[in-house]
């Protein structure tokens, strides 16, 4: 048996290797020269310029129309040129769409959000096609050039044929969205899940270090997971890569079904805590009041000192801790970020996590709040865009 034939890289794909590298070597810095790009990524003066010429055509970097000495030369500096483009970036939910308007740099123009109460599959889609319309006319009301649209789906999603497994909360099951919208905008078009994207927007926009691996913990109606590694989302040979909610948080849990939610979900998520909190005060609060509980109020009454409370804030701790400690393990990511709703009380969350994986794994995890909060899908959104219309590559530090 003979061994199969060593890869190797054409001439065509070093060439946008080589850009790749230029690329993000002027976007992580305020202004840079050409020899300095040069002598960071280790290239030739002549591939920088011919590179930096390349992208100044595209409209993706400029001169700054400032110089730098060094060594009695001065030098000519150039930057980022990201305020130059926009895009539009949808985060869909299952009763309300978040939009907005956003420049390269990360920058938020315009944004809206969308309520809809919608039943079936067509619905859905009319209501994104509706709300898509709207963001272009902002876009375009700019006078900015408009890259391309990205859409986060809560649910199962192939980024590549743009096909929706499954999104309950939409109606779509095997739903051809990227298809559909491209019958409709003449635009590049990106369909990631939504906290896949979440996690690159925290990574690029968020994370403010040399982090490469993050997992971003998503606490809302439901738990999901972004997992980038080196860079790249990972999704799994069934797009569900992440899908935390169905953690067992205890044997307990075994042979048993849990329709429309995963175990971790019924105990840790918004409607989880909520539930549990009314299972305390049923014997308490009236009936209405009782229906009427959220997992934000059972937050707001653990800040007020309400025992009730406490107890259920301690038990989602309990709950969520195990989650990190799992995602640690099997990850051992440069950071984990907690976002969605519920992390909005991230305050009560962090710390009393970290408190209880202190000893009980090899490691300390680096545990923080979202910084970016709903906008982060938006603002992964970029970076799909700019990894699907500027040639790009992910270049792996560590090879």
């Not at 809302?220 to 999704?235: D, E, M, P, Q, S």
């Amino acid at each position: 048996m003979r061994n199969a034939p060593t890869p190797t890289i054409t001439s065509a794909e070093m060439r946008a290797i080589n850009r790749a590298a230029v690329l993000d070597c002027v976007r992580n810095r305020e202004s840079i020269s050409r020899s300095e790009i040069a002598e960071t990524l280790n290239l030739s003066l002549p591939t920088v310029m011919r590179i930096v010429d390349e992208l100044m055509a595209e409209g993706l970097v400029h001169d700054t129309h400032q110089k730098a000495w060094s060594g009695g030369r001065k030098r000519g500096l150039i930057a980022f040129n990201g305020e130059q483009s926009v895009m539009i970036g949808i985060d869909l939910g299952g009763t309300k769409i978040y939009g907005a308007v956003a420049d390269l740099n990360g920058q938020i123009l315009e944004e809206m959000v969308f309520t809809h109460h919608q039943s079936t599959a067509e619905e859905s889609f009319g209501v994104l096609r509706d709300s898509l319309n709207t963001l272009i006319e902002r876009a375009q009301a700019t006078g900015r050039r408009l890259v391309g649209l990205t859409v986060g789906v809560p649910g199962a999603v192939d980024p590549a044929s743009g096909i929706v497994s499954v999104a309950p909360s939409l109606e779509w099951y095997d739903f051809p969205l990227k298809e559909r919208l491209r019958a409709v905008f003449d635009l590049p078009i990106a369909v990631e899940n939504d906290v896949n994207l979440a996690a690159l927007g925290e990574l690029w926009f968020g994370a403010n270090d040399d982090a490469r691996d993050l997992v971003l913990i998503a606490i809302g109606t439901g738990i999901g997971a972004g997992i980038v590694l080196n860079g790249l989302i990972h999704t799994g040979r069934h797009h569900m890569a992440g899908e935390i909610g169905y953690l067992l948080p205890t044997p307990a849990h075994l042979n048993q079904t849990y329709p429309g939610f995963g175990a971790l979900e019924m105990f840790a998520a918004g409607p989880g805590v909520a539930e549990r909190a009314r299972e305390r005060l049923k014997n308490e609060w009236t009936a209405s009041q009782l229906a009427s509980l959220t997992a934000e109020d059972v937050f707001s009454a653990a800040r007020q000192d309400r025992a009730w409370a406490q107890a259920v804030v301690a038990e989602t701790v309990d709950y969520l801790a195990q989650a990190v400690a799992a995602v640690s393990l099997l990850y051992d990511p440069d950071v984990i970020i907690l976002g969605g709703g519920v992390a909005r009380s991230a305050d009560l969350l962090v710390h009393p996590i970290l408190e209880r994986l202190r000893g009980v794994i090899p490691f300390q995890p680096a545990l923080r709040a979202s910084p970016l909060g709903y906008r982060a899908g938006v603002l992964g959104g970029i970076v799909t865009l700019m990894r699907m219309t500027a040639n790009y590559y992910i270049l792996n530090k560590f090879a």
